[in-house]
């Protein structure tokens, strides 16, 4: 048998032999150490004066002259009286102890008559005590012994014994072992990602039969690190992988390693590998590794002394260790940038896959995966779901299928249904509906806004993305919504595209100051939104006269991990172009959005009386009102399906007058994230 086979290396290792003997050991110490103590205890009262001892007749005198003030009589065997001990207490002290002590307190020993008895019994005195047995006196004696020795058996020999479990194990690793028969993940529970499972499969077939690649003088690499947003699948990629091989899988978080003990981390890197090593062939996925693989020497005052240490130890156990071991090494994070050169050289993590967001069929497979355990209704169109979640992740998705169950279950459906998903879909995105109190003047401003924002988009986006729909019932902080949903994916900003978008954006402050000659916070949002979108165009994108020059890559929040101080790479005079730029595309593209509107206003007043009617509207009835002039198509009331519950009427100004435009925001527009 070789020494790659992995029943024999996957066989429970012993304890060492000397650790077996020194539990015993410890153990009677801690017994001699307490019964002395306890013996110390037992025989030197301390300070307690001793009474003074009578003889019995001594004793009946002192009662019978009415000296003695309480006492009792117990006998030293059951059922007789031969011998007895008499204990009692007189009025005034009267006696000397064997200290030479003043004291009250008496005691006697010996054979008590039954004349000596009635006389004292007579007295009403004395109280009666049962015989104490040699057995009861044993068992009150030694009853405390074992009670303490029981307490410190738990307490210190089983936490000793427990070393690898117990709340002394501060430099044991916290990798915890998948249980492959009750959470066995394999690639068909994996979608959207197909070429990261491509990649990645090699690891598999090394796993299986390392031979085949060792006869060829390959190496597997050492370390693979998946990189991507998060929520598409890395963690459940490294579980199927473990699951295709049929190997153990151990699972650790980078948060893990890193304790206040300066020390401890790189203790636990060191158990963790020789963990893998007892188990070999494994892998070991790191979850979040950006945790403790930050660039070292960076930041304020040289960075954390506990991470660089256990950055160390991983950097030296990497390696330490051969792959014909069999043990791989499998990594996630979506902060590669912050990662030190060290751990990415070859010979390390010199493997990355990079896990993306899903496309549309991406998608669509992985809302097959889900919806397996989940009863669909035949009018459910997944492709067409795919279509309209442009941007999300497959945990998203997931989510997406979940609350849409959750929404059929509260309808007492006994199947999804078409509708639950769109709702569930609008409030993941845009957030749940809620119905306000608001005037009629605010309402009317909230409609002739969205309508301002549904006209431009529909006159200026092509079929790429089509307006949905129009609401002006309040989701999330926004008091209305126009939402576009994409057609195809948008893997590229176009200018023109970005230039409708910036237009479409403005058209809500140019509709309130058309119709009312008065502006709201309302727009706060789009405002933002456009400049942002105007500043890539002219700083990243080299969309303006200034030329394809990258003005905005130091722009960003100086971070501690990389860079404690800012260099601008452009000088004043540059900084008052780019301002100018900006200024001006977004002044021409309010004048633009301003003629359209001028243009179309009679559509602009039908859509706002339309919103004021239905409060809320789809996309095929703006097109029929710009189209026709009125809408021709049946539209469905938004009645809320609970009577609301009054509320107070809202406060102008404020954040709850933001509106984080559809167009611009979740909906698939084309307006990016920050850089």
């Known amino acids: 048998m070789s020494d790659s086979d992995p029943n024999k290396q996957r066989k ?141 058996y738990f307490l210190f020999v089983r936490q000793l014994r427990n070393a690898g479990k117990g709340a002394l194990s501060f430099g044991k690793s916290k990798a915890k072992m998948l249980q492959r028969d009750r959470e066995k993940v394999n690639f068909k529970n994996v979608a959207g990602c197909d070429e990261a499972k491509e990649e990645i499969a090699e690891v598999v077939d090394f796993l299986k039969d390392p031979k085949k690649f060792q006869k060829m003088g390959g190496k597997i690499p050492k370390g693979i690190l998946l990189v991507g947003p998060p929520g598409t699948g890395k963690t459940l990629l490294a579980k199927a992988v473990a699951g295709e091989a049929e190997v153990p899988f151990f699972s650790v978080s980078g948060s893990d390693f890193v304790e206040m003990f300066v020390g401890v981390g790189a203790s636990r890197v060191r158990d963790m590998f020789e963990q893998g090593r007892k ?113 999300m992740s497959g945990a998203e998705l997931a989510n997406l299928l979940n609350e849409g169950a959750l929404m059929a279950a509260r309808r007492n459906k006994k199947k999804v249904e078409a509708i639950d998903i769109e709702d569930a879909r609008e409030k993941v995105l845009f957030g749940r509906e809620r119905r306000r109190v608001m005037d009629d003047d605010e309402k009317k401003m909230t409609a002739y806004h969205e309508a301002g924002h549904a006209l431009v988009g529909a006159l200026l986006n092509d079929d790429w993305l089509p307006i949905h729909k129009v609401t002006i019932l309040p989701r999330g902080r926004a008091l209305g919504m126009a939402m576009y949903v994409p057609r195809k994916e948008m893997l590229s900003y176009h200018k023109k595209r970005l230039l409708n978008t910036i ?78 730029e900006v200024k001006k595309i977004i002044k021409e593209q309010y004048q633009r959005a301003t003629d ?60 709850d007058k933001e509106e984080p435009e559809a167009d611009l925001g979740n909906a698939g527009s084309p307006a990016p994230s920050p850089a």
């Open 12 to 152: 429970p290792l012993r304890p060492p032999t000397p650790d077996r003997f020194q539990m015993p050991k410890l153990f009677l110490v801690w017994i001699f150490i307490i019964g002395a103590i306890m013996a110390l205890w037992y025989f030197n009262p301390g300070n307690v004066s001793p009474p003074k001892e009578l003889k019995i007749a001594e004793i009946v005198e002192l009662t019978e002259a009415g000296e003695v003030k309480t006492g009792e009589i117990r006998s030293d065997t059951s059922g007789g009286r031969d011998w007895s001990i008499i204990n009692g207490e007189t009025h005034e002290p009267q006696f000397t102890n064997a200290k030479g002590e003043s004291t009250a307190v008496f005691t006697g020993k010996g054979r008590l008559t039954d004349t000596n008895l009635e006389k004292l019994q007579s007295t009403g005195l004395y109280s009666e005590r049962p015989a104490t047995t040699m057995w009861a006196q044993l068992a009150s004696n030694i009853i405390p012994f074992i009670i303490i020795i029981g307490l410190l």
């Open 279 to 391: 188990n070999a062939p494994c892998i070991i996925f790191i979850d979040e590794i950006d945790a403790v693989g930050r660039q070292r020497g960076a930041g304020l005052g040289g960075g954390n002394d506990e991470r660089e240490q256990t950055l160390n130890s991983l950097l030296v156990e990497m390696d330490g260790f051969d792959t014909t071991e069999g043990v791989i090494i499998v990594a996630a994070t979506n902060r590669a940038d912050v990662l030190d050169n060290a751990l990415l050289r070859p010979g390390r993590f010199d493997r990355q896959i990079f896990v993306d967001l899903p496309d549309m069929v991406g998608r669509e497979q992985i809302l097959r995966v889900h919806a397996r355990k989940i009863a669909l209704s035949d009018d459910v169109d997944l492709a067409g779901i795919a279509r309209a979640t442009a941007g």
């Open 503 to 580: 237009a479409s954006g403005l058209a809500g402050r140019i509709a309130e100051e058309l119709v009312f000659d008065d502006v709201s916070n309302g727009a706060a949002n789009d405002i933002k939104q456009v400049t942002q979108t105007a500043k890539h165009m002219v700083c990243d994108w080299g969309m303006s006269p200034l030329g394809p020059i990258a003005y905005g890559e130091n722009q960003d929040t100086v971070f501690l991990g990389r860079d404690i101080t800012r260099h601008e790479s452009f000088s004043q005079e540059t900084a008052k172009l780019i301002d100018a």
């Open 596 to 655: 359209l509107m001028t243009e179309h206003r009679a559509a602009l007043d039908g859509i706002a009386e339309a919103l004021l009617e239905y409060e809320t509207i789809e996309g095929k009835h703006v097109m029929e009102i710009i189209e026709h002039g009125e809408i021709r198509s049946p539209v469905t009331s938004s009645l809320p399906e609970e009577e609301p519950k009054a509320e107070e009427p809202r406060k102008e100004g404020g954040k």
